[in-house]
């Protein structure tokens, strides 16, 4: 699994998902110990190249998740790119520069080092 355990992220779509521009995924991860619903729109698939998955229900008030993919010297180089707003206005905006910002980025780092040991890089 590419989230910490922490998480308790589940993918409620029927499995397996067929993956393209319009598919619709809903997920029940923990946030903060708080149990969530989150459905994603794949909003822009180019296999091979990127996709972007977009919040249409959710935690925040906005959420895209771009991934992108392109050769590189032994392998693939992957990245990885949100733009995300949380509701309640400035009160939102401080909880995030308090904690949710770093919390993405706890995600995102296991997320990495989950893909390097899948892969077999250093």
Do not use: C, N
């Not at 991860?29 to 919040?55: A, K």
């Not at 992957?78 to 707003?85: G, I, K, L, S």
């Not at 770093?102 to 080092?113: L, N």
């Amino acid at each position: 699994m590419l989230t910490p355990a922490f998480l308790r992220f589940r993918i409620l779509t029927p499995l397996p998902v067929a993956m393209g521009e319009g598919a619709r995924i809903e997920y029940a991860p923990r946030l903060y110990g708080v149990p969530v619903r989150w459905r994603t729109l794949i909003e822009i698939w180019e296999p091979g190249r990127r996709f972007v998955d977009l919040q249409v229900k959710g935690p925040y008030r906005l959420w895209r998740h771009t991934h992108t993919f392109r050769a590189a010297p032994g392998g693939t180089l992957m990245r990885d790119r949100v733009d995300d707003a949380l509701l309640l206005g400035p009160l939102g905006a401080a909880a995030h520069a308090l904690f949710v910002r770093r919390s993405v980025r706890r995600i995102f780092d296991y997320r990495r080092a989950a893909i390097e040991r899948l892969m077999g890089a250093a």
